[in-house]
């Protein structure tokens, strides 16, 4: 790539060979043209933080920010030459993307939140780059309902996510476990939803407990904050509240929202344990409406297109059970309890298209039939992708095989609580997102793909750092770069390329695990570090 180390790569990239460089000084004359004003905002707050240079209006030296939408969504092109830096975007996010390379550009010392005592220097090498992101989609879902993690923590992962020009935060906000989003017309859920009295330590068999009690969650204003930062940095945030099944912290809260008939619900309380919960909603009117004050407050918050409902993981016992469950079955003529659960998503579907939204949910919600205008993520592998794209439905790919990145990245003693499969950064780096026994007209419907980070075992901003990263670097020019065939992928250019990018993220305070293994705070057998507090915001 010319000697430019950059994360994602580019598409192409052309840098002279000689030692002509932009030096920025100690103020640049930032132009900023219409559609470019948040990544103006973002290059005076950030950049100005780490290099201690003004950028404003006065200054030899100029860096240009403007939109030429003739380049297409996110593109953009950035022209280095001696005297001046020109960033031009397709819109506005390919304005801030082009800024993103031009902080890489600058150096690991870029990413720190102030410059280093007798800093300075700051210059950038002369090029010209074009680039486009692969996908429209390029998303992370982050599980705060397991473990919850406050505010400044979700504000952090928003910034590393801009770093790696990823745009979609999927917020997993419910779950068996916890409920960490207020609603004001139903305020149990968050008073007793949001707190469990104990945590078991790893899966099942398990049986080490954390006895101390865990839990939290998130006021209307600290998500229209998380929406809002997200926003400068081109970020949607795409919001799950988890219906009909994974819903136990609801049904703690609010007891009639279970199958009564069958289960003495008013016992139930926050689930402490990990694994598939028989405890899924009734799947009644009363529940409906209930759920629809959910979302009626939940839109009011998050603006994005898309609303996930879950979906997953929804065990059919209790309905078979509940004489009020087939009474539903009957009146709605639905067939069986697949059927059930079926026009449950069917309805939210309706609901939300009414507002607007469009509705998605794991692959599940393809049984008993996909309702019309819904997406699926595909986490069960690529089979649920594979049949919704050809039924003319749009996919988020997020196969558990490839991108959960809970998933242990190595054996060993050392290796923290180890989850499933080994997955490594390379595994990562070697993901492909559309099945090749796709169509072009069917892969057209591959809108995007996503990492997903689970936190049953990741009880702690260090313990997500550990997991993520370095993988969600790779995921990440999976997402966004045009790459070849996986084992036609140039895996030792990557490697060589993260050499640098180690740097950034070191920069940025990120405790990714290394090469050579475990971190010290990681090395006790099986155990996920406690600490009070994970690293500090960065930007």
């Known amino acids: 790539?010319?000697?430019?180390?950059?994360?994602?790569?580019?598409?192409?990239?052309?840098?002279?060979?000689?030692?002509?460089?932009?030096?920025?000084?100690?103020?640049?004359?930032?132009?900023?043209?219409?559609?470019?004003?948040?990544?103006?905002?973002?290059?005076?707050?950030?950049?100005?933080?780490?290099?201690?240079?003004?950028?404003?209006?006065?200054?030899?030296?100029?860096?240009?920010?403007?939109?030429?939408?003739?380049?297409?969504?996110?593109?953009?092109?950035?022209?280095?030459?001696?005297?001046?830096?020109?960033?031009?975007?397709?819109?506005?996010?390919?304005?801030?993307?082009?800024?993103?390379?031009?902080?890489?550009?600058?150096?690991?010392?870029?990413?720190?939140?102030?410059?280093?005592?007798g800093g300075g220097g700051w210059s950038l090498p002369v090029c010209e780059i074009a680039d486009r992101p692969r996908f429209g989609w390029r998303g992370f879902l982050l599980d705060v309902a397991r473990h919850f993690m406050p505010k400044d923590g979700v504000l952090r992962q928003l910034d590393l996510m801009a770093a790696h020009k990823l745009n979609v935060l999927h917020l997993h906000l419910t779950d068996d476990q916890g409920w960490r989003m207020e609603v004001k017309r139903h305020p149990r859920l968050t008073e007793v939803g949001a707190w469990r009295e104990r945590t078991r330590v790893g899966l099942a068999p398990s049986k080490?407990?954390?006895?101390?009690?865990?839990?939290?969650?998130?006021?209307?204003?600290?998500?229209?904050?998380i929406v809002a930062y997200a926003a400068e940095r081109h970020i949607t945030v795409v919001p799950e509240i988890d219906v009909p099944g994974h819903s136990q912290a609801a049904i703690a809260a609010y007891p009639e929202l279970g199958n009564t008939d069958v289960v003495d619900t008013a016992a139930l309380g926050v689930l402490d344990r990990w694994g598939v919960n028989p405890n899924v909603l009734a799947p009644t009117e009363a529940v409906l409406r209930f759920y629809e004050d959910v979302f009626g407050e939940l839109l009011d918050i998050f603006p994005s297109t898309f609303v996930h409902v879950g979906g997953d993981e929804c065990p059919k016992e209790q309905w078979r059970e509940s004489a009020t469950a087939q009474a539903r079955i009957a009146e709605l003529g639905v067939g069986d309890e697949d059927g059930l659960q079926s026009a449950f998503i069917?309805?939210?579907?309706?609901?939300?298209?009414?507002?607007?939204?469009?509705?998605?949910?794991?692959?599940?919600?393809?049984?008993?039939?996909?309702?019309?205008?819904?997406?699926?993520?595909?986490?069960?592998?690529?089979?649920?992708?594979?049949?919704?794209?050809?039924?003319?439905?749009?996919?988020?790919?997020?196969?558990?095989?490839?991108?959960?990145?809970?998933?242990?990245?190595?054996?060993?003693?050392?290796?923290?609580?180890?989850?499933?499969?080994?997955?490594?950064?390379?595994?990562?780096?070697?993901?492909?997102?559309?099945?090749?026994?796709?169509?072009?007209?069917?892969?057209?419907?591959?809108?995007?793909?996503?990492?997903?980070?689970?936190?049953?075992?990741?009880?702690?901003?260090?313990?997500?750092?550990?997991?993520?990263?370095?993988?969600?670097?790779?995921?990440?020019?999976?997402?966004?770069?045009?790459?070849?065939a996986p084992a036609e992928r140039d895996w030792a250019g990557f490697e060589a390329r993260m050499r640098t990018?180690?740097?950034?993220?070191?920069?940025?305070?990120?405790?990714?695990?290394?090469?050579?293994?475990?971190?010290?705070?990681?090395?006790?057998?099986?155990?996920?570090?406690?600490?009070?507090?994970?690293?500090?915001?960065?930007?």
């Open 1 to 117: 790539m010319g000697g430019v180390d950059l994360i994602p790569a580019p598409q192409a990239v052309r840098a002279d060979a000689g030692e002509e460089r932009f030096a920025l000084g100690d103020a640049v004359r930032l132009e900023v043209g219409a559609g470019a004003e948040r990544a103006a905002r973002w290059v005076r707050g950030v950049l100005g933080a780490a290099t201690g240079v003004e950028f404003g209006s006065e200054g030899a030296a100029v860096v240009s920010l403007r939109v030429d939408g003739e380049l297409g969504p996110e593109a953009y092109r950035l022209t280095v030459t001696p005297e001046r830096v020109e960033v031009v975007g397709g819109d506005g996010a390919g304005v801030f993307w082009g800024a993103q390379t031009v902080r890489q550009l600058l150096g690991p010392g870029a990413f720190r939140r102030a410059p280093l005592p």
């Open 208 to 225: 080490v407990w954390d006895e101390r009690p865990h839990g939290g969650f998130y006021t209307q204003d600290d998500l229209r904050e």
């Open 346 to 484: 069917r309805h939210f579907d309706r609901w939300l298209a009414e507002r607007g939204r469009r509705l998605i949910g794991w692959d599940e919600i393809l049984e008993g039939g996909l309702a019309e205008g819904a997406a699926v993520s595909s986490w069960q592998g690529y089979a649920g992708g594979i049949a919704a794209a050809r039924a003319g439905h749009d996919v988020v790919m997020c196969p558990q095989t490839q991108v959960y990145l809970d998933w242990r990245q190595a054996d060993g003693p050392d290796e923290p609580v180890p989850i499933a499969h080994v997955r490594t950064l390379e595994d990562v780096y070697r993901f492909e997102p559309v099945p090749p026994e796709l169509t072009a007209a069917e892969a057209a419907h591959v809108i995007g793909t996503q990492a997903n980070v689970w936190t049953e075992v990741l009880d702690s901003a260090r313990a997500v750092d550990y997991a993520v990263y370095p993988r969600l670097s790779a995921f990440a020019e999976v997402a966004w770069s045009e790459l070849p």
């Open 501 to 539: 990018h180690y740097a950034r993220l070191d920069a940025l305070g990120v405790e990714y695990r290394p090469a050579s293994g475990p971190r010290p705070w990681q090395r006790r057998p099986g155990v996920v570090g406690r600490p009070k507090e994970g690293p500090p915001p960065i930007v």
